[in-house]
């Protein structure tokens, strides 16, 4: 009876410190190897955007990306503002999860197509992009009477 | 008439009298509005008037305009300023332009944001007042360090037939402003030893149905009537809030505000 209760206890043991051991390997090991995994990519897309809907000044476009982040878009742009547009970007690409920028555009010209110029910085993200940081510059055009927008976006990605 | 009808008549006479005189004594007034049949959401002309009251500022010329505009207003979402009307930095320096070209000067039709007119004091040397009144063009001009640039063609009208050229821009919007229409207002230096021009009345509408835009617009082919002033969806229960700062030659600033009324709902 004794000896068999020894034998549980010993049992119990070394399916305690297995347990212990796994577990702290695996905490240790785990944000070692997300370290490991998290890269920073330069990143170049164009965007193509068209009109959606538009509300007094706000602007919320759809389209596609190329390049880096190809996939799909949505945009959503505050043009109430004379002299700056502000708005978020997110990008769907093709290989899962989503990536939030937030805007800040500036017009470089006046005219039906009229170009402008700004900065971005990653809002949020999910999937591979949930910890994503990063900015970034972009140009583009917009046709007013339209409002497609075509966009080149440079920017430096971590995640 | 009973007493509390007395009474009542007796207070609106006497507010009515209050505002009066207030506004009488106010060296600038502004006052703000859109078309009579403007809609919430819907397009419109944006019609601003100034009055500087000259006996008060008699000593000191206006040397710039800014209107501030509300924050909903879409003045970049309109349909206006498609074309980019430049002119040389020696005409703005000139103020006064030789050889009084008439109409756009060359520039693009399609580059008219809106209309108005002016009256100024032009005092000469020996103390003479002249009150000239002068029509307005407002363009759109380059953009310049993420502004954009306006043109103002002032074309006077009676007694001197002269045209002046002013700079402006339009200014990034704060606080509850969505931006500012603004343009400087300099001495004519050509005519510094003979007399001065000051602003006492200025009367802007911006997005006007006057307005007639070009499909192509060498050949004047496809006329059409840009949208106005892009209204908000909504309007605060005060209305929407103007303001005007004025600089003065003498170093002196004055500003006023006005409430534009509210548009009435698309809904009603």
Partial sequence: MLKRARHHAAWAVVVVVAALTIGTGGGVASPG????????VNVRTTANLSLVKKRGNVLKERGTATGTLAGSVKARFDISNAAKTTGSVTFYPNGGGSLTV????????????ARFSGSLAVRKGTGRFSDATG????????????????????????? | MSRSRVAVVALIVGLLLTSGSANATRPVRLT?????????????????????????????????????????????????????CRRPASEFAAVLVDGNP??????????????????????????QVIPETATLTILAGPVVDGRIGLVVFVDGQHPFAARLVYAGELRAGRGRFGGAIAFDVPAIPSIADLATVALTDLRLEIGSRKIRYYAH???????????????PPSCPSRGLRFRVNLAFQNGTRATAGAAARCPRSRRR
């Fill in chain 1, 33 to 40: 190897a997300h370290a490991a995994k998290r890269k920073t």
């Fill in chain 1, 102 to 113: 937030t805007v800040v555009g500036y017009p470089q010209s006046v005219g039906t197509v």
């Fill in chain 1, 135 to 159: 900015s970034g510059t972009f140009t583009g055009t917009v046709n007013r009477r339209t409002w497609h927008i075509t966009v080149n976006a440079s920017s430096r990605l971590t995640y």
């Fill in chain 2, 32 to 84: 703000a509005g859109f078309d009579p049949g403007a809609r919430l959401g819907g397009a419109s002309a944006l019609n601003v008037e100034l009055h500087v009251d000259a006996r008060r500022r008699l000593s000191s010329p206006v040397t710039q305009v800014v209107v501030w505009f509300p924050r909903g207003l879409g003045l970049v979402s309109s349909g206006l300023g498609l074309a980019t």
């Fill in chain 2, 102 to 127: 008439a109409g756009l000067a060359g520039c693009s039709p399609n580059a008219v944001m809106g209309y108005g007119s002016a009256i100024a004091d032009v005092r000469l040397t020996d103390g």
């Fill in chain 2, 217 to 231: 617009p060498a050949s004047r082919i496809g006329p059409y009537h840009p949208d106005g002033i892009e209204l």
